[in-house]
């Protein structure tokens, strides 16, 4: 029975990635050529421009995705256009570093992040998965995560950085998070649209 339900959305799936993935990486592209020294609030306007001219030009597999999803999956036409655009949201913040220095680090290179905060951002993310087990993800849980991270390996912290409160490893930690927690990019794209 699992076979057939996964060969049933298996193209729908399959659609799915393209259709994202193409407006995620005709996003990026045009992203890529802008000038980072102008000001940000022009930058996020380029970037929304760049969005929308995107959407308009997969309109035809945009909507053939919007009624595959309608069709298959039992839910509403606003509902599938928000998965695609969600997923769109979370290509980018995964593998467009254009836009994550437009959305997430002010106009600025995005930083080099040092391995203990990758040890711990892991460890963020598993345990976002846990509790994402038993209640929705939300600011608050999300900001309780982090905190039980901070305290649990404030030793940790505090030898590698100096301060179990570093700024610098606030920084590198939050990068982590929002270019490599998969369960944080899902809820942050999710307020996105």
């Avoid at 193209?11 to 993935?21: A, E, G, N, W």
């Avoid at 306007?45 to 959407?55: G, M, N, P, Q, V």
């Avoid at 600011?139 to 030793?155: M, P, V």
């Avoid at 939050?174 to 999710?190: C, F, G, R, V």
Wanted: hydrophobic share 40%; with cysteine; net charge negative.
């Amino acid at each position: 029975m699992r076979w057939i339900i996964l060969v049933m959305f298996f193209p729908i799936s399959l659609m799915s990635q393209t259709v994202d993935r193409s407006i995620a990486n005709s996003v990026c592209e045009t992203l890529s050529s802008l000038n980072f020294s102008e000001d940000p609030d022009t930058l996020h306007d380029s970037l929304i421009t760049s969005l929308k001219a995107e959407y308009k030009n997969h309109r035809p597999a945009f909507i053939d995705q919007i009624l595959a999803y309608e069709k298959d999956s039992l839910i509403s036409q606003m509902q599938a256009a928000q998965v695609i655009g969600e997923k769109t949201i979370v290509h980018l913040m995964d593998n467009c570093i254009p836009f994550q220095r437009i959305t997430m680090f002010e106009s600025q290179a995005v930083p080099e992040i040092s391995q203990t905060a990758k040890k711990l951002g892991k460890k963020f993310t598993a345990l976002l998965l846990r509790k994402a087990e038993s209640q929705d993800i939300d600011n608050d849980l999300i900001d309780a995560t982090r905190l039980e991270i901070r305290e649990e390996y404030a030793g940790l912290i505090a030898k590698k950085y100096g301060d179990s409160h570093s700024k610098v490893f606030m920084k590198e930690f939050d990068s982590y998070i929002m270019t490599e927690s998969l369960p944080y990019m899902k809820w942050a794209a999710s307020n996105f649209n």
